[in-house]
């Protein structure tokens, strides 16, 4: 939520970090119990916060929703145990919990406008939705209209206190599979600033937030305290490098939602232009399938790398439509603009970003990951993409753009 940086020269004036991390860990039928790797997220936060090294400048905040009563924990502080999380205590009774979560941390840390935040959300990410879908058992999940609406309400609680700001969430963050697309990065755009994801699954337990909130308190010891692009960077290093030691292919991206718009209207106008070409002729058709094929971004998995698509239609389509909206979006992916040097501000500085600010991956057969996924579930033989499309249409990007109604039209048979 901070507007600017603060001098840096004066330990006083350093802006602090408010960390959320809203866990989903409860065992259910036919998905994995998580609660043993959120207890060990658990048990890492309170090594790193906890002893000599605890800053504070930094507060770190875990809501975890597992069997049995929810509870909630300022890391650090007492009780150790946390405390439970009655329903709608204190909100109005339609009022999700996430909002209730986050509401209280940045009360509880007394966070200011010039201070930074990133709200994490942990668990499994399955077909577009934070946790298990909801089913006629009862099982919940948290879709992704429901996360933004989720910011927005918290947003606009946050500018009606503090008069000028923005409201937004610094750096909005997934500990989940496959969240990296182009879709929840415009879902969010409103309501933060960055957004960290990865394009494929991520590995138990997860990220190394021991390392993560150590690195955050050893910035604030040598007086340069990381901004939202140096945590950002960090948490993709220090999350590659330990998968790295342990032979597991990872990715993770640091999004600027600052370009998210253009990036969604170059978007659209590169499915309005592959739709125009799939109807002129059945090569140019086979073609684009092919391409698609060519971009997937892991075996079995309903999605494409957005810059490799862009390259595999601006190098072989015969559409000069299509070769000049896939450079178009191509470029925006990764193609700083503006001159740097009056980036002053953290403003300026997002609007010279590229989309893809930051990316890593760590082992050869990810080397065709660029960053940014979209959906293609046509890449994906025999996938029933009918069960996951009323989910995915709640996307505005689906709603709003050709491209779910390509993608779906090229995965029909024949």
């Not at 099982?139 to 429901?146: R, Y």
């Not at 409201?167 to 933060?192: H, L, M, N, P």
């Not at 002129?280 to 971009?295: G, K, N, P, Q, V």
Request: with cysteine; charged share 20%.
């Amino acid at each position: 939520m901070a507007q600017e940086k603060d001098d840096h020269t004066h330990p006083h004036t350093k802006p602090k970090w408010t960390i959320m991390i809203f866990m989903g860990s409860a065992p259910l039928p036919n998905f994995d119990d998580l609660s043993p790797q959120a207890n060990d997220t658990l048990s890492q936060l309170r090594r790193a916060v906890g002893g000599a090294t605890k800053s504070e400048r930094l507060n770190v905040f875990v809501q975890m929703h597992g069997a049995g009563t929810p509870r909630k924990y300022h890391i650090g502080y007492a009780p150790e145990d946390g405390q439970p999380v009655e329903q709608n205590e204190g909100a109005p009774e339609n009022e999700l919990p996430l909002i209730t979560f986050v509401k209280w941390a940045l009360k509880e840390a007394h966070h200011n406008d010039s201070d930074y935040s990133m709200l994490v959300l942990w668990g499994h990410a399955y077909e577009f939705a934070i946790g298990p879908r909801q089913l006629p058992t009862g099982i919940d999940a948290l879709d992704f209209a429901e996360l933004a609406l989720a910011l927005e309400h918290t947003q606009t609680d946050w500018k009606r206190k503090h008069e000028g700001s923005d409201g937004k969430i610094d750096i909005v963050g997934f500990d989940s599979c496959d969240v990296a697309t182009v879709e929840v990065a415009w879902q969010i755009s409103r309501y933060a600033h960055y957004f960290l994801a990865s394009q494929m699954s991520v590995p138990l337990p997860g990220w190394p937030y021991e390392q993560i909130v150590m690195g955050l308190n050893d910035s604030y010891a040598r007086h340069v305290p990381m901004d939202p692009q140096d945590l950002g960077a960090f948490v993709i290093r220090r999350y590659c490098r330990t998968y790295s030691r342990q032979d597991r292919p990872v990715s993770l991206t640091l999004i600027n939602l600052e370009k998210a718009p253009d990036v969604f209207r170059a978007a659209q106008f590169l499915a309005i232009q592959l739709v125009l070409a799939t109807g002129t002729s059945s090569d140019e058709l086979a073609l684009i399938h092919s391409l698609f094929y060519r971009s997937q971004t892991w075996e079995a998995k309903p999605f494409v790398d957005v810059a490799d698509l862009c390259l595999n239609l601006w190098r072989y389509s015969e559409h000069e439509g299509v070769v000049n909206a896939a450079a178009q979006l191509g470029d925006l992916l990764i193609r700083p603009t503006g001159p740097t040097e009056d980036a002053k501000t953290p403003e300026a500085l997002r609007t010279v970003q590229p989309f893809v600010v930051e990316h890593g991956r760590n082992m050869h057969s990810t080397a065709r990951l660029q960053g940014i996924s979209l959906y293609a579930p046509n890449v994906v033989d025999g996938l029933n993409w009918q069960d996951a499309s009323y989910a995915y249409q709640k996307f505005l990007f689906a709603q709003h753009t050709k491209w779910g109604r390509l993608v779906e039209a090229l995965a029909q048979p024949g």
